[in-house]
């Protein structure tokens, strides 16, 4: 079935070092992907989104790379922070819907001193 | 200040009895969404709204109703609230379906526990 996953619950990182969250997804339509932040006790926020015409979109310290032949999306952070911590979801839609956002179950990401 | 507001914050109910969580966003948006999120299973899509008077299902719209009366308010409602509706509710908006472009702006959240 169409799914969107991430590959492990938990991440631990230390302060300083590169983070890399990983997501797969399983729906070939999917058009559109888009990594969201959610800090203890708010709403998820935006990151940084990418389409299916792209590998690979650079933000302010965060990279999101796309593969589409192993449909693989991954988040990278660079030089982690102590404000980095949070649960860390993917999202996509398909070509067909553009009112339907899937979400994983999210990564929960702890940065060590 | 742009936002999506949410009330409650926090809801502590008996089963049966009838509530409204209230949605408003102050960003001129035509999309709004109610998700609920759930340990491990991430945010699940209720209920949308592509406009004014215009509603559709999400994943698991079950036991939840929703009015898009005024383009800045979308309140969700549960008539008869159940043990199963014990999670943490998010509303958000965009300016343009969820699709680039189309940034989803969320509120804070609603914690909702259904005795």
């Known amino acids: 079935g169409e799914s969107v996953g991430l590959h492990l619950p938990t991440l631990s990182v230390q302060e300083g070092d590169n983070s890399i969250i990983n997501c797969a997804y399983s729906?070939?339509?999917?058009?559109?992907f888009i990594w969201y932040k959610q800090e203890s006790g708010k709403g998820p926020q935006f990151i940084i989104d990418?389409?299916?015409?792209?590998d690979k979109r650079q933000g302010q310290r965060v990279t999101v790379l796309l593969n589409k032949t192993v449909k693989h999306l991954s988040l990278q952070i660079a030089a982690t922070q102590p404000g980095d911590s949070a649960v860390y979801f993917c999202?996509?839609?398909?070509?067909?819907?553009?009112?339907?956002?899937?979400f994983g179950a999210g990564t929960t990401v702890t940065v060590r001193a | 200040e742009a936002q999506v507001t949410q009330n409650p914050r926090y809801l502590i109910t008996v089963t049966g009895k009838k509530l409204t969580v209230t949605c408003s966003q102050n960003?001129?948006?035509?999309?709004m969404s109610w998700y609920r999120q759930d340990p491990g299973l991430g945010l699940r899509q209720i209920y949308y709204?592509?406009?004014?008077?215009?509603?559709d299902k999400g994943d698991v719209p079950e036991g939840y109703k929703v009015s898009r009366k005024e383009k800045r308010n979308f309140p969700l409602i549960l008539e008869s609230p159940s043990p199963n509706q014990t999670s943490l509710y998010f509303c958000?908006?965009?300016?343009?379906?969820?699709?680039?472009?189309?940034?989803?702006?969320f509120g804070e959240g609603s914690r909702l526990t259904v005795l």
């Open positions: 958000a908006s965009s300016l343009k379906g969820q699709g680039a472009p189309g940034e989803l702006f």
């Open positions: 729906n070939s339509a999917s058009d559109y």
């Open positions: 990418i389409r299916s015409n792209m």
């Open positions: 999202a996509e839609k398909t070509r067909y819907d553009d009112y339907k956002l899937s």
């Open positions: 960003m001129n948006h035509e999309y």
């Open positions: 709204s592509m406009n004014v008077e215009v509603t």
